[in-house]
Nanobody, 126 residues
Framework: VQLQAYGGGLVQAGGSLRLSCAASGRTFSSYVVAWFRQTPGKERDIVGVISAWSSGATWYPSSVLGRFTISRDHAKNTVYLQMYSLKPEDTAVYYC???????????????????WGQGTLVTVSS
């Protein structure tokens, strides 16, 4: 599976942005997909996860709960991260990652994810 994350850019605080994670491979639906973000000098942190297949189950950490929404379009092999009410502290490089369907939705361990996109930069200005 190859992942390509895109959609980042510059947005004002309070604005919205949607990131996309496009995948190659017919088995993408069978993977749990997560979004992480990272700022210089800090660890890569999870910002949301969506389950494999069609259950649509999601999980978010408290830092983004209510502001970020993950969805997936199985027909397009794409997972989206819709971000609302963006804050300057949301500025980061955002990565999508895919892992086994056996992963728990709250698995924050980056080593648990087998495939990674290249990252897309989101900058939120104040």
């Amino acid at each position: 599976v190859q992942l390509q994350a895109y959609g980042g850019g510059l947005v004002q605080a309070g604005g919205s942005l949607r990131l996309s994670c496009a995948a190659s491979g017919r088995t993408f639906s069978s993977y749990v997909v997560a979004w992480f973000r990272q700022t210089p000098g800090k660890e890569r942190d999870i910002v949301g996860v969506i389950s494999a297949w069609s259950s649509g189950a999601t999980w978010y950490p408290s830092s983004v709960l209510g502001r970020f929404t993950i969805s997936r379009d199985h027909a397009k092999n794409t997972v989206y991260l819709q971000m609302y009410s963006l804050k300057p502290e949301d500025t980061a490089v955002y990565y999508c990652a895919a892992g086994s369907s056996a992963l728990g939705l709250q698995n924050r361990n980056i080593g648990s994810y087998d495939y990674w996109g290249q990252g897309t930069l989101v900058t939120v200005s104040s």
